[in-house]
């Protein structure tokens, strides 16, 4: 296997990531590739929580994630590469081959507005998004993997 | 007398409100629960929902599950203070108990809810 689902979500590790999408992906491990947990052991303790034994959790920055997406791209468990944000998603895009993007969850902030339910984006946001699927990367919205994955087109 | 502890449920959808529906149906207890959803929130904005849940009074937070967002929030929250304990697993047995013993520090609160839920979970012969 490899690296199965590229997910955008400003809540990383939460239920529908480690339930919705984990149990039928049979997910082995999850990267949560966030500068901020990276640099807190507390921070990583809490989102370890969330996630049963089985589950292998790796905490990256981007800039390891960067580096380091081949080798779990090589990796014979299925794993979830977890982002919070458009533009580290987007770097972790620069240097290699993603093929699928799911945003899961993006809410409201200032600046955003409601395009789904669960995807609330700015205006430069939502630019961010088409520049990445201009360069092949196929971007869709579906919080869970029972709803219906909503093309990039009818949400931005 | 100090003041009585708040508890807040603290859940995935509409779960929260309908614990608090029920205890204040069973007890008559109406103004011991606040129920606070992470519908639509992000980490920062369920944070803030509970913060202006708590305001400035001792508090447990009642989690629904032991990890995710409603979890994160809510131990971020508590951490470095002494006034507001947080307890996962919430449920209606462990809210009844809560409720009539809410004069606890919120450590010990927490503790005792613990135990009061789990004590309610079994597997009677059918």
């Known amino acids: 296997m490899s690296i199965v689902l590229y997910r955008i979500d400003d809540r990383l590790i939460h239920g529908q990531v480690v339930v919705g999408w984990g149990q039928p992906l049979r997910a082995g491990f999850i990267v949560l590739v966030d500068d901020m947990v990276r640099a807190s052991e507390w921070e990583q303790d809490l989102y370890r929580m969330g996630v049963p034994s089985h589950i292998e959790v790796v905490f990256a920055s981007t800039a390891e994630a960067a580096q380091r997406l081949p080798e779990w791209e090589a990796d014979p468990r299925t794993g979830i590469v977890l982002a919070g944000t458009i533009s580290t998603m987007a770097a972790l895009c620069a240097d290699h081959r993603v093929k699928r993007i799911n945003v899961g969850g993006l809410h409201h902030q200032p600046g955003r507005s409601e395009r789904l339910r669960y995807v609330y984006l700015s205006d430069s946001e939502a630019e961010q998004l088409r520049q990445l699927a201009a360069r092949g990367i196929e971007i869709t919205a579906q919080d869970v993997p029972t709803a219906p994955a909503v093309p990039l087109t009818e949400f931005t | ?126």
């Open chain 2, 1 to 126: 007398m100090s003041e009585p502890l708040r508890g807040v449920i603290v859940s995935h959808s509409a779960v929260a409100q309908a614990l608090v529906s029920a205890v204040a149906a069973i007890t008559g207890v109406s103004d011991a629960l606040i129920p606070v959803s992470n519908d639509g929130c992000d980490g920062g904005a369920l944070g803030a929902r509970l913060a202006t849940a708590i305001g400035d009074r001792p508090a447990l937070l009642f989690v629904d599950l032991p990890g995710g967002s409603c979890l994160t929030s809510s131990v971020r929250l508590a951490r470095g203070k002494t006034n507001v304990a947080v307890v996962t697993g919430v449920n209606l047995a462990m809210l009844l108990d809560f409720v009539f013993h809410r004069d606890l520090p919120p450590a010990e609160a927490a503790r005792r809810a613990a135990e009061a839920g789990a004590r309610a979970i079994r597997t009677p012969a059918a």
